[in-house]
């Protein structure tokens, strides 16, 4: 059974910081991985989406990479800034299944 | 890029009633749909997947009765809590993946309190 961990599960930096969120699976046989971001009481805007074939995806100031023969994923963000305060979900599609499996987020708060 | 539409966003409801919840797919045909279940501080639980012109597939655990889905045409599923009771309050979000390799997208969410 897949299992999606996210480390850590709460972050807090200052304005300017750059930052790495953590993403690790159990089950390598994915079909692509997908970070999305979720304001509070709100839905899901996805990010970034990694085929199992591509290292890396890249938009603005967000990078995102995947090892898949090592079960993880990293998104790193740029000179944050406090609209970057939400939770960052990761998310694997599981080979074969359109099923996503979720991590339980990361928690990122950006001080002014 | 692709949009889903839900709703609506929140709804109180007593205990015993029916609540539904749409969502649509606004500029794309989508053949399968997702339905998740979101308690505080936890992350997605997917309850559901719904497929247009059939039965929807539900996970373990999840009884079928009660969470009544219906996918009857390319742009809509709804959602129903049937009889719904406290433990039904929750965040509800529906999902559906656009054409070729976009991943998935969601819908803004319905927060659902049962009194």
Not at chain 2, 46 to 51: D, K, W
Request: net charge neutral; aromatic share 8%.
């Amino acid at each position: 059974k897949q299992e999606v961990t996210q480390i850590p599960a709460a972050l807090s930096v200052p304005e300017g910081e750059n930052l790495v969120l953590n993403c690790s699976f159990t089950d390598s046989a994915i079909y692509n991985l997908q970070w999305f971001r979720q304001d509070p009481g709100k839905g899901l805007t996805s990010l970034l989406l990694i085929q199992s074939s591509q290292r890396e995806q890249t938009s603005g100031r967000l990078n995102a990479s995947l090892d898949k023969s090592s079960g993880r994923s990293t998104l790193y963000i740029a000179a944050s800034q406090p609209g970057d305060s939400a939770t960052y979900l990761c998310a694997v599609e599981q080979g074969g299944s359109e099923k996503l499996v979720f991590g339980k987020g990361t928690k990122l708060t950006v001080n002014p | 890029g692709a949009v889903v539409s839900q709703h609506p966003s929140w709804v109180i409801c007593k205990s015993g009633t029916s609540v539904k919840i749409e969502c649509r797919s606004l500029d794309f045909q989508a053949t399968t749909m997702f339905w998740y279940r979101q308690f505080p501080k936890q992350s997605l639980m997917l309850m559901a997947t719904s497929n247009e012109g059939s039965k929807a597939t539900y996970e373990q655990g999840v009884e079928k009765d009660k969470f009544l889905i219906n996918h009857a045409s390319l742009t809509l599923s709804t959602l129903t809590v049937t009889s719904a009771h406290p433990e039904d309050s929750s965040f509800y979000i529906c999902s559906a993946r656009g054409t070729g390799d976009d991943g998935y997208t969601f819908g803004s969410g319905t927060r659902l309190t049962v009194v």
